[in-house]
């Protein structure tokens, strides 16, 4: 699989997704923002002054919702409109929430974090995974977490994949009720960070701390392993997502070490896969 760089210049990109339309999608951690690239290389920017954002999901409407340390936020680049989403869960609201998920129905899964405690080099606080519900239903599924991070169902909706930072990649059954059950570690190693589920139901995994990206099978078997560790010196891979009429181009995002004076090390590669992504419900808040 050969990759191009297409884009570089940011210091720490998250979240990336394909519209419609083709129009690349992707957060700018540090210094704040939505940015979209076009097919034709036009570089447009919205909510700049929102940092911290690890997940992003499209709405019905044309429009995204994205994470962050005060919970999700709603807005719409055709329109200007822009709205917090508060959920509350036992009446509190939900806050520091990092990646996310879309269902079939219209809403999310969500995961939190809290980078702060990160941050200030100690370990975060443990934390839960929620379902939330266009209705303004939030309903916890899961506690005990220390850093959530990528999100992906599989392609019959009987598995919800998930990337526990310091541990690696975990499996829940799905129940029909929605809910979550048999929690299983499929793969230990540290870094995980986003993933993305493929048509024949592989999942793709970014991994943060060592720089490359591992291909699962639903069984724990590395089927691949792309190293972008000799890109730059201390290459990060934090996200990835797959897009094109067909599904099958796949792009890579990159930061750098956020803990040094900020770098421009916030890339994106991408290359045409033999295996194609599935398609990405999108969301109805």
Request: hydrophobic residues 35%; contains cysteine; charged residues 25%.
């Amino acid at each position: 699989m050969q990759f191009e760089q297409i884009l570089e210049g940011f210091v720490f990109l998250e979240a990336p997704r394909v519209d419609d339309d083709g129009n690349l999608y992707f957060s700018e951690v540090m210094e704040g923002g939505v940015h979209r690239l076009s097919p034709d290389g036009k570089l447009d920017s919205f909510i700049t002054d929102r940092k911290y954002i690890g997940g992003l999901a499209l709405t019905e409407d044309g429009g995204f919702v994205c994470s962050g340390r005060a919970g999700l936020e709603y807005f719409n680049p055709a329109t200007g409109k822009r709205r917090a989403l508060e959920f509350l869960y036992d009446g509190r609201p939900i806050v520091h929430i990092n990646d996310i998920q879309p269902d079939d129905q219209g809403g999310l899964y969500v995961g939190g974090t809290h980078d702060p405690d990160i941050q200030e080099g100690g370990l975060p606080r443990r934390t839960n995974l929620y379902r939330l519900d266009p209705s303004g239903a939030a309903i916890k599924l899961w506690d005990g977490m220390e850093i959530s991070n990528g999100l992906g169902l599989s392609p019959d909706r009987s598995r919800l994949y998930f990337s526990e930072t310091f541990k690696g990649l975990v499996v829940f059954e799905v129940t029909s009720e929605r809910t979550l059950r048999n929690r299983r570690l499929l793969a230990e190693f540290s870094g995980a960070d986003g993933l993305q589920v493929d048509a024949e139901g592989g999942i793709w995994v970014a991994n943060y701390a060592l720089g490359h990206v591992t291909r699962f099978m639903p069984d724990g078997r590395v089927d691949r392993f792309i190293d972008f560790s000799d890109r730059f010196e201390g290459c990060r891979i934090t996200s990835l997502t797959f897009g094109g009429a067909d599904l099958q181009d796949l792009y890579v995002v990159t930061a750098g070490d956020y803990r040094k004076p900020p770098a421009k090390d916030g890339r994106i590669y991408r290359a045409r896969s033999d295996v194609p992504g599935q398609p990405t419900p999108k969301v109805r808040f």
